[in-house]
């Protein structure tokens, strides 16, 4: 009887080892065939292709995990697409050509960046209405929002600044000169810095929450790369503060950051045109989306090596992930 005891345990152990616990779904927006596919982060193999409106490039997930909003900046709309069946549901009012967005930390919000009409607009995703639009630098593409959701950040390409807006007032209460081409804003988990990545400057600009100034400036070095092919667009940071990780684009890599020293310590190798990246829930795995290559790396952030990449649509942009 013991023994067959220990072999039951035995078993239900190998079982619990060997089955998905910790997989999730990973949605990709892939810009150029119109498409969003579905990647399970356990198998990496693709198990969904979904059909979706022109040119998907921003791509979140509502806070219950049931709804994908994404950007379909060609047909100026944002489309709504249900996680359960994959089917496209609704879709959201948004300004001319919809690049990113933010979701406010309680859900109730939806902050978009347009760029053909130099505006932020404020969607309540209850009321699926536009409920204000806030005129910004040219160009407006990287958006972030403070985790006690009072600050979005927006960042304008063309005007190279970072405008600070109050989410009670709708207003722009700040405007910070960075790099040129800032393309990302993320804020640190404890509400203190706002990092911005500059595309064509090939920096990152930390600006202090609190002063609304650049405190510091990070930049990049690639033995064997000249400085125009660093081009940092998305960047991560975790949810502990201590570690960074920016998308390099053209330089085919993601850097690891020591976000409390701004040191680099490390260049990973992924696929071709990095663009864009997200955590997975458990902040294990980190995975890029690779335009040129057509696929998505993932990464491992204990030991920060590339895993496997997994092919996906035509130009992936965008990425997402949600536990299956």
Same mark, same amino acid.
């Given at each position: 009887?013991?023994?067959?005891?220990?072999?039951?345990?035995?078993?239900?152990?190998?079982?619990?080892?060997?089955?998905?616990?910790?997989?999730?779904?990973?949605? +990709?927006?892939?810009?150029?065939?119109?498409? +969003?596919?579905?990647?399970?982060?356990?198998?990496?193999?693709?198990?969904?292709?979904?059909?979706?409106?022109?040119?998907?490039?921003?791509?979140?997930?509502?806070?219950?995990?049931?709804?994908?909003?994404?950007?379909?900046?060609? =047909?100026?709309?944002?489309?709504?697409?249900?996680?359960?069946?994959?089917?496209?549901?609704?879709?959201?009012?948004?300004?001319?050509?919809?690049?990113?967005?933010?979701?406010?930390?309680?859900?109730?919000?939806?902050?978009?960046?347009?760029?053909? =009409?130099?505006? +932020?607009? !404020?969607?309540?995703?209850?009321?699926?209405?536009?409920?204000?639009?806030?005129?910004?630098?040219?160009?407006? &593409?990287?958006?972030?929002?403070?985790? =006690?959701?009072?600050?979005?950040?927006?960042?304008?390409?063309?005007?190279?600044?970072?405008?600070?807006?109050?989410?009670?007032?709708?207003?722009?209460?700040?405007? !910070?000169?960075?790099?040129?081409?800032?393309?990302?804003?993320?804020?640190?988990?404890?509400?203190?810095?706002?990092?911005?990545?500059?595309?064509?400057?090939?920096?990152?600009?930390?600006? =202090?929450?609190?002063?609304?100034?650049?405190?510091?400036?990070?930049?990049?070095?690639?033995?064997?790369?000249?400085?125009?092919?660093?081009?940092?667009?998305?960047?991560?940071?975790?949810?502990?503060?201590?570690?960074?990780?920016?998308?390099?684009?053209?330089?085919?890599?993601?850097?690891?950051?020591?976000?409390?020293?701004? &040191?680099?310590?490390?260049?990973?190798?992924?696929?071709?045109?990095?663009?864009?990246?997200?955590?997975?829930?458990?902040?294990?795995?980190?995975?890029?989306?690779?335009?040129?290559?057509?696929?998505?790396?993932?990464?491992?952030?204990?030991?920060?090596?590339?895993?496997?990449?997994?092919?996906?649509?035509?130009?992936?942009?965008? +990425? !997402?992930?949600?536990?299956?």
């Amino acid at each position: 009887m013991r023994r067959l005891t220990y072999l039951s345990a035995g078993l239900a152990v190998a079982a619990s080892m060997a089955s998905p616990a910790f997989a999730y779904m990973v949605y +990709v927006s892939n810009e150029k065939d119109n498409t +969003v596919t579905v990647v399970d982060s356990f198998t990496k193999e693709v198990v969904r292709t979904i059909n979706v409106g022109q040119r998907p490039r921003g791509i979140t997930i509502s806070h219950d995990g049931k709804f994908i909003y994404l950007c379909a900046s060609d =047909d100026d709309t944002i489309e709504i697409i249900d996680t359960a069946t994959y089917e496209i549901v609704g879709s959201l009012p948004s300004g001319p050509d919809p690049e990113l967005f933010v979701l406010s930390p309680d859900g109730k919000t939806l902050y978009v960046a347009n760029e053909d =009409d130099n505006l +932020v607009t !404020v969607i309540d995703l209850e009321g699926k209405k536009v409920v204000a639009e806030v005129p910004v630098g040219v160009e407006p &593409e990287g958006m972030g929002i403070s985790p =006690d959701g009072k600050t979005m950040v927006n960042t304008s390409e063309t005007t190279n600044m970072a405008h600070f807006i109050d989410t009670a007032t709708n207003e722009i209460t700040h405007n !910070v000169l960075v790099d040129s081409r800032p393309r990302f804003a993320e804020f640190k988990p404890d509400n203190s810095e706002v990092w911005v990545s500059a595309e064509i400057g090939g920096t990152i600009s930390i600006i =202090d929450n609190a002063s609304r100034e650049v405190k510091h400036k990070i930049t990049f070095e690639i033995p064997g790369l000249r400085s125009e092919s660093i081009q940092p667009v998305g960047v991560r940071i975790t949810a502990d503060g201590t570690k960074a990780y920016v998308a390099l684009g053209p330089a085919n890599r993601v850097a690891v950051i020591d976000a409390k020293t701004y &040191e680099v310590e490390k260049y990973v190798l992924v696929g071709q045109r990095v663009w864009q990246l997200a955590f997975t829930p458990d902040q294990k795995t980190i995975i890029s989306t690779n335009g040129v290559s057509n696929d998505i790396t993932f990464i491992d952030v204990a030991t920060d090596e590339a895993i496997q990449s997994v092919t996906v649509g035509a130009l992936p942009w965008g +990425v !997402v992930v949600h536990p299956n």
